[in-house]
């Protein structure tokens, strides 16, 4: 028996497919539970939240998630010292619920991932980069030193906001991951983030949020420099895991340590 | 000078109903929200004609949908919070377009929340609907 690992729906989540699809193949039992079914909310080892426009964005991107029924039990597990992952949309709602950096009172967020500096929607292959020690992220079990991590983003609110004195705070201990290239080389985020950043951690290191989109780069065939005759003609090693399902490797064995199953 | 525009929803507005739904679960004493999309404009004094621009702005004003109102004081008014960015950098171009005479540009959002008697709502519950879900200071600001 496998973990069991919720992955929560609000109305305008979009990535929860590929999301569940990612987590199964590292072995964790992921499952879909809705805004509607707060109740359903028990028995997981692990959270997480993925990527979309959870009540269109309305009001601001992840605010009025971030006040949802269905986050009081996250926020509950997470201070209990469950594992939450928040991709995207997951993390903006994770900023808004004070979950990261987890430098203030729940639910008055000390920091945003706020609208890019371009003032418009960007989707771009990134690559990011682990820039805390991988003790500070029990999240990611056994994730590397620096361990690169291929992703996409996609996100119109993607830019790390928050008081000069909030982001020092963040660079000396949340600062999960930040973009990079391919070789791990720091790149300026694409969104204008401050600190270059594309993840935050809270305190514990049991909350990670990321912008990118691992999900969206897990598999061969979905590399910028895959082989399109071996993805038409459904090549095995086209259909492969690949690339960012490093990322889900890591979580499953944190989860996978952790499970009282 | 500066000319300030309101732009509201002829039809249902659903995220002024999403926004009175998440406050009433957190327990602030409202019966109804009204929101407004405001947009200021620094213009020449010779400016001539914007009216007629803005109103012919999609992203701005949609006539099959919002109703535009031009309005003589460039702040809020009482009972109203404006949400605005942190940094406030004014924008040149509106949906990629220079007008002609406009310097600067400046979007807020503007909100009022009524009671059942259809009173602005106290200010302390105003105050406390700004600090809990309305403004994320880490980069946005309210101007009252």
Known sequence: MNPRVAVLV????????????????????????????????????????????????RIR?????AHDALMDRVIDAAQDGKFVLGICNGAQILAEAGLVPGTGPLRRPTAAFAPNASGHYQSQHVFVRLAVAPERVPILGGIEPGEVIPAWASHGDGRLAAPAHELARIAAAHLAFVYCDRAGRPVDAHNGSALNCAGLVNADGNVLAIMPHPERDAWTFQHLDADPHAVRAGAAEALAPSGGIAFFECFARAVLAEAVI | MIRTFAVTLTIPDNEAF??????ARLGIPVARVTRADVWQFEV?????????????????????????????????????????????????????????????????????????????????HLDHAVETFLCNPAFQVALR
Do not use: C, M
């Open chain 2, 18 to 23: 999403t926004a009175y739904e998440t406050l």
């Open chain 1, 10 to 57: 609000f109305p305008g989540t979009n990535s929860e497919d590929e999301t569940v699809r990612a987590l199964r193949a590292v072995r964790l039992d992921a499952e879909l539970v809705h805004w509607s079914q707060p109740e359903a909310l028990h028995g997981f080892e692990a959270f997480v939240l993925p990527g979309g426009f959870a009540y269109e964005d």
């Open chain 2, 44 to 124: 020449d004094a010779s400016e001539r004609g914007l009216e007629r621009t803005v109103a012919s702005i999609e992203t701005i004003h949609n006539p099959n949908k919002h109703r535009l109102t031009e309005r003589d004081v460039h702040g809020p008014a009482p009972g109203e919070i404006w949400i605005a960015p942190l940094d406030d950098a004014p924008a040149t171009t509106v949906a990629g377009r220079t007008l002609p005479g406009v310097r600067a540009v400046r979007r807020r959002t503007a909100w009022r929340l009524l009671d059942d008697t259809g009173r602005d709502v106290a200010p302390e």
């Open chain 1, 61 to 65: 991107a992840g605010a009025v998630a």
